[in-house]
């Protein structure tokens, strides 16, 4: 199938900055939608932002100003800029994509998540 790497998380001070990447790899056809989640403990897992293959971008109101999403398709790649750090940002940030892939006779879809990096802001 189609496997996610991600990689950037770090310890930083509050209003601080980091850049996120993810990278996709396999089989890959296309992939559609991309997206970055986070899940801190003791919570559910909520979307932070999300790019489409056209660029199109949704973000979470929590960090709409902060945060940039990108992505460039020749290198199945996405980022995400994170600016003004906030404690309440700590967390476990997971890569999403879905799109299709090749398999041994067509083309199939696929969502797959990567194995989450750890994002931790001091105050």
């Known amino acids: 199938q189609v496997q996610l790497v991600e990689s950037g998380g770090d310890l930083v001070q509050a209003g601080g900055s980091l850049r996120l990447s993810c990278a996709a790899s396999?089989?890959?056809?296309?992939?559609?939608?991309m997206g970055w989640y986070r899940q801190a403990p003791g919570k559910q897992r909520e979307l932070v932002a999300s790019?489409?293959?056209?660029?199109?971008?949704n973000y979470a109101d929590s960090v709409k100003g902060r945060f940039t999403i990108s992505r460039d398709n020749a290198k199945n790649m996405e980022y995400l800029q994170m600016n003004s750090l906030k404690p309440e940002d700590t967390a476990v940030y997971y890569c999403?994509?879905?799109?299709?892939?090749?398999?041994?006779?067509?083309?199939?879809?696929?969502?797959?998540w990567g194995q989450g990096t750890q994002v931790t802001v001091s105050s």
């Open positions: 396999g089989r890959i056809v296309t992939i559609n939608t």
């Open positions: 999403n994509a879905d799109g299709r892939y090749l398999s041994a006779s067509s083309s199939l879809p696929f969502n797959s």
């Open positions: 790019i489409t293959r056209g660029g199109g971008t």
